[in-house]
């Protein structure tokens, strides 16, 4: 049975393997490897996670089967922008493709109001996550490029109204 709890800061640990497990997962093949471990270092600090998962504004919901992540969502207001920012959205490997995105998706969007706009980012070539928000309606609105180490990665912006 799935259930979903809220991020704590004594998860930390576990996310960050989770995390790491599947963006070699997802990205292995489209960047190197040195890139993916200097990414996942850079994006998903521990005390990064910690400080976001005890943040009453940060919305980070963790779905769990026999005391394992299987995945997890974080998401919370743009300051000054009437904008729902869905910071992350990851799905075990084995698990995707069974509906658990859409509910994790559903559930981050339930649990805020008043918002206009979901904003979030996703890394140019991961067809399967562009496709996965373009069926839920989301259109690319823009286009970013982050520095890993001098190696370009690509973030399309994604955006949809409420
Ligand atoms: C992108 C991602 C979050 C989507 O999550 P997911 O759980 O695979 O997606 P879902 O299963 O909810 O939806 C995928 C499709 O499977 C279908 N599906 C298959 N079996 C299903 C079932 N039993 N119940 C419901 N839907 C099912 C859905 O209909 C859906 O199609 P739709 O979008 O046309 O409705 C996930 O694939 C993932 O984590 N990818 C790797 C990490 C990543 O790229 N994250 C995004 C970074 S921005």
């Known amino acids: ?34 890139v993916i471990r200097k990414a996942v270092d850079k994006w998903f600090d521990i ?28 998401a919370r207001m743009l300051d000054n922008e009437n904008t729902l920012n869905l910071g992350r959205l990851y799905v075990h490997p084995q698990y995707q493709g069974k509906g658990l995105g859409s509910i994790l998706l559903a559930k981050a969007l339930n649990s805020f109001r008043d918002y206009q706009k979901i904003r979030l980012g996703v890394i140019q070539g991961n067809h399967q996550a562009i ?23 690509v973030v399309l912006i994604m955006e949809i109204n409420s």
């Open 1 to 34: 049975m799935i259930e979903y709890k809220l991020a704590a800061p004594g998860d930390v640990h576990r996310i960050r393997e989770f995390l790491e497990k599947v963006w070699y997962a997802t990205y292995s093949g489209m960047m190197p490897d040195e």
């Open 47 to 74: 005390h990064f996670l910690a400080q976001q998962s005890s943040d009453p504004e940060v919305f980070f919901l963790l779905a769990m089967e026999a005391g394992e992540i299987i995945g997890l969502t974080t």
């Open 131 to 153: 496709s996965f928000y373009q069926r839920k309606g989301f259109i690319q609105t823009g286009r970013e490029t982050e520095d890993i180490d001098g190696y370009p990665i």
